[in-house]
């Protein structure tokens, strides 16, 4: 149930709306792979498609520019590639049983949760 859904009816017929919007912060830096490969394996993905979620979460690796000058390539052990819109899509996978723990209507969007 989205957001907009859920304040525009009682907003509408004049009631009082509260939300708590949470912004998880730092959140593809933080994800667990593991949890991650689980969840889908419980969603049923096997085969190549699960070997190809595999190849895209292992030896990520960084690089930034500061100015004209290139740094050093970094590896990552924990996190999800960012600026992927795969990451964001596998972030929606992984979030999307967190409204069932919450008893009111709630909606999970990009790397905020709110209700």
Wanted: charged share 15%; net charge positive.
């Amino acid at each position: 149930m989205r957001f907009h859904d859920v304040t525009n009816k009682p907003l509408a017929n004049k009631h009082y709306v509260i939300a708590v919007v949470i912004d998880i912060e730092k959140v593809y830096v933080r994800m667990c792979k593991d949890v991650l490969l689980l969840k889908l394996l419980k969603m049923g993905i096997r085969g190549n498609l699960f070997t190809f979620f595999c190849s895209f979460l292992s030896n990520c690796s960084f690089q930034v520019y500061v100015g004209f000058s290139l740094f050093m390539i970094r590896h990552t052990a924990t996190g999800i590639p960012q600026g992927s819109i795969l990451s964001l899509i596998l972030f929606s996978n992984v979030g999307n049983d967190l409204p069932d723990y919450i008893q009111t209507p709630a909606g999970l969007n990009a790397d905020t949760f709110a209700f």
